[in-house]
């Protein structure tokens, strides 16, 4: 296939989470707002006057230090954010919006909140003046009382802080034109995956990794014109003539921000058709609908809660609608079988992995490759080797099948 | 006469076989592996062919490459993971058996095999070293023994004592600790082949395996080893005929073979 214009831009946009958009957007008096997870709406943070940037780390090699302040029992990738925060490497941020979900970016989060190591001023953590982090609950249950609580936790723990610190224009109106250019980011994003569904997909899993993660880093404003411009490409792209995968799947699991990762699968012939996983767009590009009759703000609260996958919730009819899910996707990207990665020690992905392996394959006949693997690979090789052969083996099982 | 080839570019040996057009093993070699794989697999190749007077792997209808440095055999029609290879190695050796433990030299993989020799379900380690070949090779360095003699130590064992670390550099320290106590070196041996053949267990068990059994790769050499595990699997380990390092190298010849054949 011919390559994507602005595909090398983008893989440089992720080379550090201070790229050279957040840099333009902060040179033009925007406010710079980390998170880490789904559950803290990226549409609020996006609000005229302030940008959303989802935490990386990347090329992060070994976290000594942050492993000093957080266990070596806490999962790789809060290890690597907080590496990273102690490098230096998020001194651009004006606030960092924290959630209660996961335990181990939680500690991470209260280390900034604490804004200094060790109780010693000029340890700081984040080198700003002006930066702050706040916490939101996030409910583990998906009723009105829910909604109502999350509501209520996003007023006081973002929208005030967010208009007391910097003067951001938290109105109706304004979260409004928030929605709108995150439903824009929605459309282009599914416009341009659904390609993934095609019989020989026009894009990779690692051009759709990329493209999906500088949407979740870089300011709104300013990466929307490069969206456009490649949903538009992608209208008149061919595919090459020889099918270049042996299988498709679905990539399913915990936390995944390494582009890399995908292409180290897709290396092994199966192409990535479909995310399922943090950072992925499988429930983050799903548009969010302003209802009539309610406040913005209740649709976004209900939205989030609504949409999750993630495996903190446990009442069983979630967990099963979870599995059914899974399956669903595979059918509907056309997918031969599902790749489940989850990051090592991850709190809610290591029992979910686990249990989605038995059920796909029992009660869905889906062939299921499950690793645990860490925030950055380094063990490529032993990885290839368990994904290739799991391409072989569904190969084998089409032939069987008489595909 | 047609010959296909195999070669499996392990961490630690490279193995290749080549196999006639009726499937006979007409010659094979084990090789300690060189830095480069790309070299291994020329000097063990080189050594094969010249065992069948051929004088290139061109001359063979169709190779195959697999093991850790598979994609660095040099004309190989293509490769393919270990995992099939071991599972098909086996097969045409013994299609009575159902499940291997393969333990190579820096991993260890459970596998059960389908009726036609293709991978039915398959489970290998992490990156972690722990209980692979590299951790006997540190074992038997701090017994100051070779890895023959340390294979036979434990059997002389009447007791075991457990070792709690897995990890190598743990388990040399935890190893010359009980050295230094005077324990006995058969039953910290012994310890030390039982923590392996639980590692070994856990993996058979996610792979599906529940019965024929068999050890590949190089530690299935080792004898005190094959003991524990039958130890842990509560029954008898299947004894191949043909080396069981061989195995993969075997499979790869014979996935040459069918595909050579099927080309024309």
């Known amino acids: 296939m011919k390559d994507l214009k602005h595909l090398i831009y983008f893989e440089n946009l992720l080379q550090e989470a201070n790229n050279d958009l957040v840099k333009q957007a902060k040179a033009e008096g925007k406010r710079a707002i980390g998170y880490t997870c789904y ?13 959303s940037a989802r935490l990386r780390a990347p090329r992060c090699t070994s976290p000594d230090i942050a492993t000093y302040y957080l266990s070596g029992r806490v999962c790789h990738y809060a290890r690597s954010l907080m590496e990273r925060a102690l490098e230096g490497g998020y001194n651009f941020l004006d606030a960092q919006m924290a959630t209660e979900t996961c335990t181990a970016t939680c500690r991470f989060q209260e280390h900034l909140q604490q804004k200094h190591l060790d109780s010693v001023e000029d340890m700081r953590i984040i080198d700003n003046d002006d930066f702050f982090c706040e916490f939101t609950d996030i409910p583990f249950k998906n009723n009105e009382n829910s909604y109502q609580h999350f509501e209520t936790q996003l007023r006081a723990h973002v929208l005030e802080p967010l208009h007391e610190h910097f003067g951001i224009d938290i109105s109706d109106d304004a979260i409004r034109q928030a929605v709108e250019e995150h439903n824009e980011v929605c459309r282009l994003i599914n416009e341009i995956g659904d390609y993934r569904k095609l019989d020989n997909p026009t894009i990779t899993g690692y051009e759709f990794h990329v493209i999906q993660l500088v949407s979740l880093v870089c300011p709104k404003y300013l990466i929307l014109p490069y969206l456009r411009e490649t ?3 992608m209208k008149t792209r061919e595919p090459d003539t020889r099918k270049n995968f042996r299988c498709k799947v679905v990539l399913a699991g915990s936390e995944n921000d390494d582009p890399d990762f995908t292409k180290l699968i897709e290396g092994c012939g199966a192409l990535v058709v479909c995310d399922r996983f943090c950072y ?12 009539e009759g309610k406040s913005p703000l209740r649709c976004i609260a209900e939205h989030y809660l609504k949409t999750s996958n993630c495996p903190r919730f446990m009442p069983q009819d979630e967990m099963r609608a979870r599995k059914k899910r899974l399956a669903d996707l595979a059918k509907e990207y056309n997918a031969d079988g599902v790749i489940i990665a989850s990051n ?10 686990v249990i989605d392996t038995f059920i796909l394959q029992r009660d869905f006949g889906l062939p299921v490759c499950s690793i645990e693997k860490e925030y950055i690979n380094s063990a490529s090789g032993q990885l290839r080797t368990r994904f290739q052969a799991f391409v072989e083996s569904v190969e084998i099982k089409h032939i069987q099948e008489g595909k | ?6 070669c499996d570019v392990g961490s630690t ?42 004088k290139s792997s061109k001359d063979l209808e169709y190779l195959i490459g697999t093991g850790y440095g598979r994609n660095k055999v040099p004309f190989a029609d293509e490769n393919i993971s270990e995992i099939s290879c071991h599972a098909m190695g086996v097969h045409v050796t013994n ?9 190579g030299g820096q991993d260890v993989k459970g596998i059960s095999i389908d009726t036609d020799g293709t991978v039915k379900n398959f489970a290998m380690n992490d990156k972690c070293a722990a209980g692979t070949g590299r951790f006997f090779e540190a074992m038997a360095r701090s017994f100051e023994l070779s890895l023959p003699e340390f294979s036979k130590l434990s059997l002389t064992a009447k007791n075991v004592i457990p070792i709690t670390a897995q990890c190598t550099v743990f388990a ?11 324990k006995p070196m058969d039953e910290i041996a012994a310890g030390i082949e039982m923590a392996v053949a639980k590692r070994c267990f856990v993996m058979a068990k996610k792979a599906g395996a529940t019965d024929s059994i068999t050890l590949t790769g190089g530690c299935a050499k080792n004898d005190g080893l094959k003991e524990a595990i039958e130890h842990v699997l509560k029954l008898k380990v299947v004894n191949l005929k043909t080396d069981p390092q061989l195995m993969g190298a075997l499979g790869a010849a014979e996935y040459a073979r069918q595909k050579g054949l099927a080309k024309k």
């Open chain 1, 280 to 291: 992925g767009a499988v429930e983050s590009r799903v548009p969010i609908v302003l209802e």
């Open chain 1, 39 to 51: 559950f803290m709406p990226e549409v609020l943070l996006d609000l005229p006057g302030c940008f």
């Open chain 2, 95 to 103: 299609p009575n058996v159902k499940a291997i433990i393969d333990i």
């Open chain 1, 231 to 233: 949903a538009e490409e």
């Open chain 2, 1 to 6: 006469m047609k010959y296909f080839g195999g």
């Open chain 2, 13 to 54: 040996y490279t193995k290749a076989v080549i196999l006639d057009e009726n499937g006979n093993m007409v010659a094979d070699t084990t090789i300690k592996s060189k830095i480069n794989s790309e070299q291994s697999a020329i000097a063990a190749m080189d050594d094969v062919l010249a065992k069948v007077g051929l």
């Open chain 2, 172 to 182: 040399e320290s935890e190893v010359i600790t009980l050295v230094g106590e005077g």
């Open chain 1, 344 to 353: 090592k020690f991850c709190e809610y992905w290591s029992y979910e992995r």
